[in-house]
């Protein structure tokens, strides 16, 4: 059974930082492009930022270049998403997502965790 399970979610101040966790099972980890897509109410759903597990390219959209980073830990099948300078803008629901083709991962991932709540308030 594929899961993708995230965690690290939660409220933060302006300016402030969270690290979100994609611990994923049931299919070969090293094989497979893992990233984040990000959706607030009444917004589509918007690639975040990508790792391939083949060669290590990474995509990342522009409002978030310089101030997120996606990183990978094979060892623990794991993918994280270091967040600084969070902006209010950056408040919505944060899913892992993975597919076997880095290209096909910004179309339609095969697989998708629940997601978490990333909220930036004052």
């Known amino acids: 059974e594929v899961q993708l399970v995230e965690s690290g979610g939660g409220v933060v101040q302006p300016g402030g930082s969270l690290r979100l966790s994609c611990i994923v099972s049931?299919?070969?980890?090293?094989?497979?492009?893992i990233g984040w897509f990000r959706q607030a109410p009444g917004n589509e759903r918007e690639g975040v930022s990508c790792?391939?597990?083949?060669?290590?390219?990474?995509y990342y959209a522009d409002y978030v270049k310089g101030r997120f980073t996606i990183s990978r830990d094979s060892a623990k099948n794991t993918v994280y998403l270091q967040m600084n300078s969070l902006k209010p803008e950056d408040t919505a629901v944060y899913h892992c997502?993975?597919?076997?083709?880095?290209?096909?991962?910004?179309?339609?991932?095969?697989?998708w965790g629940q997601g978490v709540q990333v909220t930036v308030s004052s």
């Open positions: 997502a993975a597919d076997r083709d880095f290209v096909d991962w910004g179309i339609l991932p095969d697989f």
């Open positions: 049931g299919f070969t980890f090293d094989d497979y492009a």
């Open positions: 790792m391939s597990g083949r060669d290590g390219t990474t």
